[in-house]
């Protein structure tokens, strides 16, 4: 594991990808950085974080033997992860929101971005992506539903020994993939899944209203939501959103 700290740089991401093969870095490589001025989320949504207060950072995982079809357990096994180190951390409940937002309670305290090198029908590496919200109390009035470490518990934390638990525990879910445990990979999601199997109210990309329970994440990463009229239908990211939570 090496560690790359810097002070401020447009996107942790975007560094990693572009000095992944032109120095040869080796499997978890990790950039950190105090401030992104370009942080980036699903879709090219904004990730904000204040100054020296949070965590944000990648890590390029390589690969051997990982096919492209099963992209969808990589996002599985990171939000698993990042979730893992967090649940000791205070006395509240996380969640995984599809497909891999990390939840306290309700609200947003985590951000995966995952950007995948190919070859041919494999993944040969990977770029993952994190913004983790650690001691900032105060957000944009624009950003609903978002909260903190320090705002559940009231303490600081330590942003460099959350790093490392973060890696580890990351890890330790991506070795399901190496040793293709992918079954194990997708109950252990499908438990920690928000409104997993409860009805909930949902809006669609044409602002339609309706009331629907997830019931599966496709082998392609598509939600699997069972209308009213037990009729199903997949969506894909961005394609839906919880009405209120």
Known sequence: MKIIKLNAIDSTNSYLKENAIKNNLESY?????????????????????????NLTFSVLVKFVDFEITRQFYLSMAVALGVLAALKNKWDTKYYIKWPNDI???????AGILIENSISGNFIKNTVIGIGLN????????????????????GIDFDRDQLLLDLINSIASYIKYIDAKKFSQLKMEY??????????????????LVFIGKIIDVSAEGQLVVELENEKTRKFNLKEIKFASR
Not at 29 to 53: H, N, P
Not at 190 to 207: C, S
């Open 29 to 53: 490589t990790i950039v950190v950085a105090d401030k992104q001025t370009s942080g980036r989320g699903q879709l090219g949504t904004v990730w904000e974080s204040d100054l020296g207060k």
């Open 103 to 109: 939840l306290a309670d309700k609200d947003k305290i």
């Open 134 to 153: 650690v001691n900032q109390i105060s957000f944009s009035k624009e950003i609903e539903n978002v909260t903190s470490l320090k705002k559940i518990s």
């Open 190 to 207: 499908m438990n920690l899944l928000f409104k997993y199997q409860i009805p909930a109210m949902f809006i669609d990309n044409k602002d």
